[in-house]
């Protein structure tokens, strides 16, 4: 723990090392593959852009979403339509997916992040707090001081729905979706209702993601855009002040 | 305010550089050979996992699709192919040829009268749809077993009497092909009948290919000649088949 004098700060603000070093580099990982493989899974859906409930669904059955014209290309990667190397960008970056989750997983359960800093605590739960964290959410008010130090139980169950839930469950509505994993483990559609309801979830879960990054990113800007990306930088990270 | 506006315009700009850069990356060689390394894990991964030969799970027959969509080719369309449709495929000829011990000819009727299998298996199109349907053929092991495959045979290759390029000449007729771990797996079927009728033109009369565990373009339609060859290299483009001449993954188990 250091004591530094931080940006712009009137009176001296303590420094603390907030994120190790893995999660730091799992987390920059995560961005970018997290990234493209939206934007070649974009491309993908495009090639069908209709989704289905049950084992099977084509054309002639009914699809509970149909984006006529899929995704604007922008979006996409390749940004023309091209399915062979969307797919092949996909399965690669999907590679690397796992990978970089295997290793957070293996690390924070190895050295206790996980435990310590995501897994929320019996007194995180208890109603009179979870309460006062939803109404300091609602009034947009961080955190300061010592409290600052660990992640508020929003924080804590965002982060656990991500990490334990969304993230996983990714990998094996996908795994579900190939023809060769299914005859591996022939049950594994079923768990979701079938192929088609998997892809289904898969679309599903990809949204919840992006809803996640989107409001990780207003909060990061909310809580000091400087401050918070130094920290997941070089983990440093200034305990914010009370006149916040 | 301020700030969330211009980080918004830096966030959209940087994605336009993203997206730009992307497209220029993907087209490097490089990067191509870089992201095929991917298909060889997923290759690997998906043969160690079914070393064991397992089968793909098989349906009931009330989960056949109402409807089965017909994809690719929905009629070869040639005279030569309409002259055969026109008499029941009597005069049609499945040849079994290349590395094999005793090549040979076969009609529908004999491929009809060799031990039949009938599954109920669900169809993963690359694009992303499935369609359940109930196959009944003979097991290309079993037809493998009559011509005998000759030592130093790695692959099956089936070609098919469909343009599906549209091109003048041949470089555009379907194919496709599989290695021997499949092609003598049980539910690899030479198939003539579709949900207990005869297979019909936009399925692949007379003769298609099942080889379940893989995508839909596997599933070669309309097959005219077999063929068991050492390498792929020579046949069409050389990459096992016409979507994998174009880009697609020749494992095509996901």
Known sequence: MVTLTADRAPAERQVIYRHG??????????????????????????????????QFGADHDHAWLWLAHGFPKWATLPHYRDLATARRWHFFLAWLFVINGAAYWLIGLIN???????????????????????????????PVGEAARRY??????????????????????????????????????????????????????????????????????????????RSMITGRYALPSGEH | MGLLTRRGLIGVGAGGLLVSGCDRLTNAPAVQRLIGHGQDLSLGAQRLLLSGQPLAKQFTAAEISPVF?????????TEAYHALLADGFATW????????????????????????????????????????????????????????????????????ADNLAGSR????????????????????????????????????????LRVERQLGYKQAKFVMRIEAVSSLAGIGRGKGGFWEDRGYEWYAGI
Request: glycine share 10%; aromatic share 8%.
């Open chain 1, 152 to 229: 508020n139980v929003l924080q804590k169950l965002a982060y656990v729905a991500v990490i334990g839930v969304l993230l996983p469950l990714m990998v094996i509505t996908g795994l579900s979706m190939s023809p060769g994993f299914d005859a591996f483990a022939p049950w594994l559609p079923g768990v979701f209702g079938g192929r088609q309801s998997a892809r289904a979830i898969h679309f599903i879960t990809a949204n919840l993601i992006v809803l996640f990054v989107i409001v990780h990113l207003v909060e990061v800007v909310l809580a000091g855009v400087v401050n918070e990306l």
């Open chain 2, 69 to 77: 969509k017909v994809n690719g080719s929905v009629d070869p369309g």
């Open chain 1, 112 to 142: 206790g992040h996980l435990r310590r800093d995501i897994v929320p605590t019996r007194a995180d739960l208890a109603p009179g707090n979870l309460w006062r964290s939803i109404l300091d959410h609602v009034r947009l008010r961080h």
């Open chain 1, 21 to 54: 070093l893995a999660v730091r580099l799992t987390h920059w990982i995560n961005v970018l593959v997290i990234s493209l493989l939206l934007m070649s899974g974009l491309n993908i859906f495009n090639a069908h852009p209709r989704l289905y409930w049950g």
């Open chain 2, 169 to 208: 000449d041949a470089s555009g007729l379907y194919y496709e092909s599989i290695d021997l771990v499949d092609a003598f797996h049980p539910q690899t079927l030479l198939a003539y009948a579709m949900n207990g009728a005869p297979l019909s033109v936009g399925h692949g009369a007379p003769l298609r």
């Open chain 2, 93 to 160: 000829r499945l040849a079994v040829s290349g590395l094999v011990l005793r090549p040979d000819v076969f009609s529908l009727t004999q491929l009809k009268a060799m031990p039949a299998r009938t599954q109920i298996t669900r169809h993963d199109c690359v694009e992303g749809w499935s369609a359940i349907g109930g196959w009944t053929g003979v097991q290309l092991a079993h037809l493998l077993g009559l011509v005998g495959v000759a030592p130093g045979a790695r692959y099956i290759v089936f070609h098919c």
